[in-house]
């Protein structure tokens, strides 16, 4: 075993003046846990990282008070209510607000639109509809299919048929419901199964394979073979979709907005209005929450105020009641998921197939990579061995679903989680030994199993094994499981279930180009700082991390460095602040504009200061609001405040830009192999669950997590990522049930009919910790690891607790199918089929007990 | 004409019937802080905290959703919003254990929550008065269980409201003010928004204004407004009737005993009473709706509303309930089984009004268990409740009522089921039948919140569970060492 956890052993008391020493020698450690081709490439980066030792161990607890753990950048105005959200920004008085006029019906084409009865309603200024739209009419982020407003076609119940704006956000409203709309109704597809079977997709399906998969079923001692259906999820972000567009002079508008992606904004209005991006500025300062519902989601309202902005020459707003914005925007996507596959007399998979169907809803949006994404996941961290992953992309007449954190990742591992516990019940064995000898690992004696299905090598192996051991003995798995084994003989109504489950995923844009981020730094010559970057703050506290990386590579404190909104007028071009990556990216974008200013300054101290010591340009070092040069007696400080004035007063530039592209990735689509992740993060959770098996309800008991994020940027915030992510996960497959009608009406479309976790969801016990003494392997941020979207899929260890206290009710000889979300009624059907199956315990209960005293 | 206490400074504005108070902060005095969630009373980040000054002199504050509570309602009351409750830069308790306890991710549902947890802290500082008062699981669920946050999973709020008391006492003088003495606007019978004081001024509004809407609480009728867009003509605000705000001790002509609870008396305000006598009705007011709606929904308004998944109303069938209704022609009683006709459809004649609802005293050896089924513990609506009384008498079932929501268009006793449990033993052939004889009393419907099937299963298995209690009941005597549990520990009671 590696000796990787060492490095968090050190003393404390060494921490700070140990780096010098120890960080040679961590390097080293380090390089061990790479493969050949990173390594190399590691090489390559070291530049990027020297200076201030990548791999310098910090050696004290990853807790809310640990140094780095520093408030969030917006926390008090968060406290006070003076944290200004869209709605809030004041406008002049007479600003517009508007009201969306949405399809009843989930197919038809649209025959009659009249609109002149809106027009004369109370307060109305202004109704568009497609017609009224001098630029593209189609605002599809990625592909074409998403029209800003219905032209003919009807494609979902909550598609934007007009636009009415109004003085007030009422009287818009009310207008909405005087239109004459008369729609040729069609039967609706709402069945993604269905779809498939017929080849309706949004975009081609897709397939990944290695190896002889249909010989490694022949050869299996036996196969598990089932499907299951993956619930959607909405992302009740608490900020509902808002703008607030205001005309400019020229033909131009600005766009204050809560938007995770504002380039492709600035893109699809200027599209709209025809008119070049330039023109278009996008700003965004927070969000009242995104999780994927704001990156390319956001944007058609955006389109909508700019174009009444333009007609009007008056700011428009938009913010979408709860229910409009329900009905009208997409989710996660829904899955159906197949799997077949050979496994060994050890448990341990020998190959198979998986197929995976995304219910995508009307459009493409990002669904192509979306379902890429539930296939590099459909292994978690698990060596499929010869396999064919294969994917669909269905098109069914709802909301086009969208991106949601883990961006099916989630979804594609719930295929091998069920199938481990399928394995277990099987052969008889604990799941978590299953699980844990069908691990990624290096040491086996035939074949590879480090090498995942589209063919990239599993990075930091060990990591994942150290992770899973630390937590099976810091969760005490195995006395509760004799414990909960116990318990069940015993109880027939109370069942106990106890699951441990990984994550292993991936950190890149799979859309390569996606992978760079800018930074703007300006020093004013007061010494204050201003860092820009081009992510989005949603609430993971980005900003706060970003204000760290520049306060760190300044040597100031992070009171001194000030962030601004994200804006298309300071860093263009920028991707959507998605896929976990927004420390990564714009972190190293920071610290990119900081170290060529830092150099500059150097440069400067060099030839200007102490002109007559000759200060030595190679050690000097900024650190606690000091430029310093040389060491001991030769060692001279030169205040910040005062280097910057003479550096302005000898016209040095105090304005850098940074730029970061994420090196060494890369995917062949055609052959569907390639290296698409930079790294990978991990983690796992234990749950306990206690289950009432006769009417379906039940409560989690406890839950332990030890989370990887590499050496972490801000341990508090961090923390924050992981129980929100867990919380969130544990919600999209226990409470949070998306329901259509048979028209393809959304019902659960308010927060009264669609329940996300509230306080008592919480766990009793809730033991959450970061790995310690794993920096990351490559060459990321002060080697820290993302943490925005891996531990949403923390959550699956409670699903797989629920199914194995179901399971005790076929004393273990079964797993139970459980569909998502598993919520009560889901949870008593399948206890109630088993119970049909295997006979009920609690019938038992009425032989050996007398009923009533003294008999009857 | 709305006079009151913004953070303490006097306010006096106009207002149509429908405008809420989260409408008259934001869109007419500017006042931000407070965040629009849902605008239906399910979220919490609207939450405010009202202070009114209580029969004991003293002024006290509760929190409430002011996406629907009217704005009318201020009239002569304290408003308090996240904006007023720093004092200068000195953040108050609640706001200073958030940031340090990194309660705030992307902050929107954060100033409801700081407002929540203010009005927990008043309570534990009037507590403290007499004696520290440690803050217990159930305090923090009840205080908080109405506020959704997406982003942290709650468990750094948890460490927020356990260390408020922790920090230096911020608390602006003016909170302790006296609250505003309104003037006198039009009489309440002229205004649009009727606020009658006595029992007299009401009945004489409803014969005036027979097609008024009537308003307590607002926590249903309000998502009319900001759902449906309904304008409300005209309303009369019944929470303001001394008559109806009183709780009576009294004997019925039928000789039982009980307490006439004014139709305008709260949720909060009974739940002292319940947790007394009714240990299983405390209970599922504990899970009745979230502390926002508890201190504005009344139980007349509950009755009223006569909703098939209101859950008081199957409890109050289950225990006997009557109503003594008022109009016009004076005052009426019924039972409560005769309340409800048809879905949504009540025995109210026009221009009448529940005047209160009898809950009798408990009865020497009957038994009341409620179990109410949803997908979420807290905050959320039955898919089944079960509320059942009965006596066992010798081992024989007596007074057996089986009282469901969920199950038909109306809240309903189970009476076939009934019947075959009543002066049976309570065996398991007795409960067999009975179980059986459900899906004739009940064909529920397939809704969002669960199928029929779900709902015929999960309603007889309830009747398979009270089997099991009263089985274990009649053994608690006996030594055992096998688990003899029927429930979970987080719906138990």
Redesign the interface.
Known sequence: MRTLTKLSKAPLSKAPDATPETAPASNQEATADVSAESTTARHELDGRIKGDGPLARDTLPYT?THPH?Q??E????????????I??L?APANTLHVALGLSPVAHGRLTRLDLDKVRTMPGVVDVIAVGDVPGHTDIGPVFPGDPIFVEEEISYVGQVIFAVAAE?H?AA??AV?AAVVEIDEQPACLDPVAAAEREEFVRPSHVQQSGDWEQALKDASFVVEDEQFVGGQE??????QACLVQPTEDEGVVVFTSNQHPSETQKLVAEVLGIPFHAVTVEVR??????GGKETQASPWACIAALFARRTGRATRVRL???DDMRATGKRHPFHNRYRLGVDEQGVIQGGEITVIGDCGYSPDLSDAIVDRAMFHSDNAYSLGDARVTGHRARTHTASNTAFRGFGGPQGMMVIEAAMDDIARRIGEDPLTVRKRNFYRTDHQTTRRDITHYGQQVDQIGLLHDLVEQLETSSDYWERRRAITE?NA??P??KRGLALTPVKFGISFTAKHLNQAGALLHVYTDGSVMINHGGTE????LHTKICQVAARELGLDTEEVRITATRTDKVPNTSPTAASSGADLNGQAARDACMKLKQRLFDFAHEHLYQDQGLDREDMRLEAGHLVAGYGESERRIPWGELIQAAYLNRTSLSEKGFYATPLIHYDRNVGQGRPFYYFAYGAAVAEV?V?T??????VDRVDILHDVGDSLNP??D??QV??????GMGWLT?E?L?WNDAGRL??D????Y????????P?V?N?KLLEGHPNSMASIYRSKAVGEPPFMLGMAVWSALRDALASLADYAEAPRLDTPA???RV??AA?ALRAQYGSQ?DA??DT?P????G? | MIDFLLNGQPRHCEANPETSVLELLRETLGNTGTKEGCASGDCGACTVAIGETAPDGELHYHSANACITPAHQLHGRHLVTVDGLADGNDLHPAQAAMVECHGSQCGFCTPGIVMSLFTLHEQQRKEQDKTLVPLTPQHLEAALGGNLCRCTGYRPIRDAALSMNEHPEHRPLWMDAAAPVPRTGPTAGESLFAQPTTLAELVECLERHPEARLVAGATDLWLESTQRLVRFERLIDVTRVAELNVIEETTLEDGRSGWWIGAAVTYSQIEPLLEEHFDAFAHLLHRLGSSQIRNRGTLGGNVANASPIGDTPPVLLALGSRLRLVGPKGERELPLSEFFLDYKRTALQQGEAIRAVFLPHPVEGETLKVWKLSKRREDDISAVLGAFAWRLEDGILRDVRLAFGGMAGIPKRAAQAEAALEGKTPSSAAFQTARLALSQDFQPMSDVRGSAHYRQISAANLLERLRLVLMIESQAQDATDSPREVMLHAYAH
Not at chain 1, 694 to 699: P, R
Request: hydrophobic share 30%; net charge negative; aromatic share 10%.
């Open positions: 809310p753990s408030a969030h917006s926390a008090v105005k968060h406290v006070t209510g003076r944290a200004a959200y709605d809030d004041s007030n009422r409203r009310e419901q992302h009740f972000y608490l900020e509902g927070r969000m009242g929450g995104g999780f009641p709860r229910g318990f015993e109880s109504i109370i949603m609430g993971q506290g206690s009432d006769l009417s379906g309800e039940y409560q508090a915030i923390i924050g129980e929100g992510g867990f919380i969130q409470s049930e329901k019902i659960s308010g927060p009264a009919t329940k996300i976790p509230t306080y008592g969801d919480l009793p809730f959450v919520t009560p009624e008593l059907m109630e609690h209960w009425h007990r009923l009533e005293k003294g009857e």
